[in-house]
Nanobody
């Protein structure tokens, strides 16, 4: 199982980024995928997740209304569109495969993780 996260970078407050997570080595359609983030000195937190069908989604309160998660079964890719970015969004963002077709936002429910992509929001 491999997950390749990309799309991070340096952006000014109010800007946007689209994170991508390309999956391989498993049946992509059978599992929920989550995005997590970890800032220095803080615990890893669930940001957003999408169920196997794409119909069920979850957003943390901290990003709700500013982010959109989606999945493309033709390319085995999950996207996280992040708008109106704030300095407090600065963190390393990880994608992860859940243990089943649905999941909660708790990291312990995910058993494969990508390498992370850095998002820095600063003027």
């Amino acid at each position: 199982v491999q997950l390749q996260a990309s799309g991070g970078g340096l952006v000014q407050p109010g800007g946007s980024l689209r994170l991508s997570c390309v999956a391989s080595g498993f049946t992509f359609d059978d599992y929920a995928i989550g995005w997590f983030r970890q800032a220095p000195g803080k615990e890893r937190e669930g940001v957003s997740l999408i169920g196997r069908s794409g119909a069920n989604t979850y957003y943390a309160d901290s990003v709700k209304g500013r982010s959109t998660i989606s999945r493309d079964i033709t390319t085995d890719t999950v996207y996280l569109q992040m708008d109106s970015l704030r300095p407090e969004d600065t963190a390393v963002y990880y994608c992860a495969v859940a243990r089943g077709p649905t999941a909660t936002s708790e990291p312990r429910n995910y058993n494969y993780w990508g390498q992370g992509t850095q998002v820095t929001v600063s003027s």
